[in-house]
C-alpha cells in the first residue's frame, strides 16, 4: 500500500504503524528468543545471534524513538538511563578531557564524581548557560565530549543546545544532551547540532512508572557509535524484552502526556507565582525564568512539566509542605502520569548542592485544579 508520510505524534500513536507480520495483530508480540539458529551455511538470516546484542522487541522501541527524535539517526536501548548515560563516558578513553552542565541530575555527577576519576577521564564541570565560561573551559584537542542537560534537574536552567554545539563543533568536540526532561515532543537536540541525545527512559518515553531503561541516539553512524553500541552488547547493558515492549506501549501516549503536564505545569508555576510562601518558582515557562528565551526558541509546544518551587520558610517549611500535600505523591523519579513531589536536597544527601528549601515538582496528568488546589492548601496548612 502507498505510504504517506506522517507527524511524529502519528508514528508514536501507532508504534510506527506496523502490524505484527506474523499475526496481523496491531500491537507487536514480545520476544523472548535469548538465541538465533544458526544456517548450515553459517549465516544468521536475520542476522542476529543473541539478544545480549539484538532483539526484535528493543528494535521496536528504537525504530520509533529514532523516528520521534529525527531523521537518518540510530538509537540503543538500555537497561536504564545510568546505562546509558554511563556507556557514553567509558566509550572515551582513558586522559580525555570532558565538560559536564554545572546544574544536572545528582545520579549522573554522583557517578562522575566516584568512577570517572578511576576510568582516567578528566571531568569539569561548567555552566553550559555561560556561553564565555564554556569556550574558555574547552581545551582544544584534550576536551572529547561536552555533556548537557537541558531543561537541568532540579533548577530547570536551559542551554541553548545550538550555540554550544557551534562553540564545541569548532573544537572538534562531541556534543551529547540528556532530552529526559524535554523528551523529543518539545526538543529535538540533533536539529539544533547535537551529536549523541540520551534519555532515561524511565521518565516521560514510558510514563507509567513501571518501567527502567535508558537509550542512547545518535546523529551519525561513526566509530564511537560502533564503541557505544560494542559497549553495550560486551558489558550487558540491555533492557528485558518485556522493559521494551511497555516502553513502546507507553511511547504511544508520549505526545498526549507531555502536552498535559506541560499545560499543567505552566497553570501552576503562574499560580504560584508571588505566592507569599514562597521565594522562587523556577520553571523555564515563566518569562521571568533566565532561561525563558532561550526555552521559547528552543522547546516547540510547552515547557515541560517540571517546576520546583523555594518556601520562604526554608528546610523544615519545604519539610512540612511536603507532608501536608494529599494528591501529590511523595516520591523520587519523574515523568509519570502520577504528580511526584520531591525534597532534592535531603533525597541527595549531604553533598547535594541543591537548596535545602526546594521542593521538585514532576506534573502527572491529573485534573489541574485538583493539583493546585492541593498546593495552595498545603501551603497554607504548613507552618515552619
Ligand atoms: C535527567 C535524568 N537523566 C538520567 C537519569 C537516570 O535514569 P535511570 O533512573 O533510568 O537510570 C535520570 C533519573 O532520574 C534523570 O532524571
Redesign the pocket.
Known sequence: MEQRSVSPETLAAQGMGEADPVSGGLAPVISLATNYERQPDGSYPQDRVYTRADNPTYELAERLLAALEGTGCACALFA????A?TAVFQSLLPGDHVLVSRVL?W??RKWLAEFALTWGLDVEFTDTSDLGALAAAIRPGRTRLLWV?TPA?PMWEVTDIAAVSALAHAAGVRVAV?N??ATPVLTRPFEHGADLIVH????YLNGHSDV???AVLTARRDPFWERIRSWRRNAGAVPGPFEAWLLQRGMRTLFLRVHRACDSALAIATELSGHPALTEVLYPGLPSHPGHQIAARQMSGGFGGMLSIRLAGGAEHASAVLNAVRVFKQAT??GGVESLVEHRAVMEGPSSPVPADLLRLSIGIEATGDLIADLDTALREATP
Not at 80 to 83: D, L, T, V
Not at 200 to 203: G, I, V
Open positions: 536504564s538511563g545510568m546505562a548515560a541530575y545520579g549522573v542537560e534537574n540528556d529526559t526532561v532515561s527512559a524511565t521518565k527502567l531503561a535508558g523519579s519523574l
